[in-house]
């Protein structure tokens, strides 16, 4: 048996960032993380071809989170960084069959076409909307206080980020700070403006900026492996707590330890902890997604921006499509132009049993219809990650309530893809957390965060 102070399952970037941080806060504990595959990094993997530079799963992530701001600095891939800012991008909905542009500032969705005026009207009855007690689905929520017509925007929103259904997904679970808004004043609205007031005048309050790297997201993982101790194609089997501190089984050893992170996403998480308690769900769903990449010489008549969405009411082959040499022009040759569209998600899981030529075709035959691109890329691929993305859905508060109550045992610590949230910004705070709690000796409590919702 092997004897280390802290066990770390899963070296993704949860399992990487919390060993980072308990390098940093506690320089003297010993940390062995466990990966079951022959790479670290979980989702976030980069792809480059003939020039040009897609990401199998995550794209990016926004510049305000203190956690990932403060690993960012500690690595030195600050100096790295490429910035997109959201002030200075266009996104665009699909709407009656073209690109229409989303508004970012409230006064502009004053004479945005994608409202009519009694939809903008509809909107301010939020002011005198009760917050109800119980959880909702988000399509239900958004709906009672902002009115049925607002809601293919916000379909676009969450298609765009969980690839997910606003009709099964939980408010609470998905967006527990505006939740909490809502129910300290009375209002969304209330509560949305009264911390513009509060953030006025902090120049560090206006629009984020998307973040990558010009080799790729992967850059991330890569410097943050480095120098840990990582025992890759060791797989978890099993799990107990003794007396003492917690054991874990692989196909070959036995590892011991007095702290357990578990790192893993939230269905590889649960299938362990069952033998702890049972879940109150065997798995949480996913939502798989494929990423359609497009690469073109010249750049025909793009829109300036970041791409676009399309709620589910367009009947669109894509969910959307990102022109991500817009964004960061290092990924595509010089004159060419990166385009990745994405295909499948919560509703429409039978487009990925598509070949990939199909897949191809049709996703041309949608983009050709809302954008003027040349007759034929130079590169076509179609990037099938395994896994998906977890469904934060109206049983997540319970999967939510079943953490904390394992987390009551002595050294055990649960983070990872899907409990918190989908984003890196996610993983990186929910890993900075349990760093704290292991070096402090002590576990503390975290707000909800208010996340705002960028088109």
Not at 36 to 57: D, N, P, Y
Not at 243 to 259: G, I, M, V, Y
Not at 367 to 390: C, F, H
Request: proline letters at 7%; aromatic letters at 6%.
């Amino acid at each position: 048996m092997e004897n280390t102070d802290v066990l770390i399952v899963g070296a993704g970037v949860s399992g990487l960032s919390a060993a980072h941080f308990l390098r940093k806060m506690a320089p003297g504990l010993n940390v062995v993380l466990l990966e079951k595959s022959q790479r670290v990094g979980g989702a976030i993997r980069s792809h480059r071809e003939q020039g040009f530079l897609a990401e199998w799963g995550p794209h990016g992530f926004l510049d305000n989170a203190p956690a990932s701001q403060e690993l960012l600095q500690d690595t030195g891939l600050e100096a790295e960084v490429k910035k997109a800012p959201l002030a200075d991008f266009h996104r665009y909905l699909c709407h009656g069959g073209k690109l229409v542009q989303i508004p970012q500032k409230p006064l502009r969705a004053l004479t945005t076409p994608l409202l009519s005026p009694a939809a903008k009207f509809r909107i301010l009855a939020d002011l005198w909307i009760r917050p109800l007690a119980e959880d909702q689905t988000i399509g239900q929520w958004a709906g009672r206080r902002f009115g049925k017509r607002v809601l293919p925007l916000v379909d676009a929103a969450i298609s765009g980020s969980f690839s997910g259904d606003f009709n099964r997904l939980s408010i609470d679970a998905v967006m527990p700070g505006l939740r909490q808004l809502e129910h300290q004043y009375g209002s969304v609205l209330k509560g949305v403006l009264s911390r513009a007031r509060q953030q006025k005048n902090d120049p560090k309050k206006g629009l984020p900026a998307m973040i990558n790297f010009s080799q790729g997201l992967e850059r991330v993982v890569t410097v943050l492996a480095r120098d840990l101790d990582i025992r890759l194609q060791t797989p978890v089997e099993k799990l107990e707590r003794t007396a003492e501190c917690w054991q874990l089984a692989t196909r070959e050893d036995l590892f011991s330890a007095r702290e357990l992170v578990m790192a893993l996403p939230v269905n590889g998480s649960l299938g362990l902890l069952a033998a702890l308690a049972p879940p109150p769900v065997e798995r949480v769903p996913v939502s798989r997604i494929y990423n359609v990449v497009l690469g073109f010489s010249d750049e025909g008549v793009i829109p300036p921006g970041f791409g676009y969405l399309a709620p589910e009411c367009e009947q669109r082959f894509t969910l959307g499509a990102m022109f991500s040499s817009r964004m960061f022009p290092a990924r595509a040759p010089a004159g060419g132009v990166l385009i990745e569209a994405l295909v499948g998600g919560r509703r429409h899981p039978e487009r990925l049993e598509l070949d990939d030529a199909e897949i191809i075709t049709r996703v041309r035959q949608d983009l050709a219809e809302l954008l003027d691109l040349p007759q034929e890329p130079l590169l076509a691929r179609v990037l099938r990650p395994e896994g998906g993305i977890p469904q934060l859905e109206m049983d997540h508060p319970a999967v939510l309530a079943y953490r904390r109550k394992l987390e009551e045992q002595a050294g055990l610590h649960i983070c990872g893809f899907g409990w918190d949230g989908i984003g890196i910004n996610d993983m990186t705070r929910a890993a900075r957390k349990a760093a704290v709690d292991i070096a402090q000796g002590s576990r503390g409590e975290e707000k909800a965060e208010v996340k705002p919702v960028y088109f």
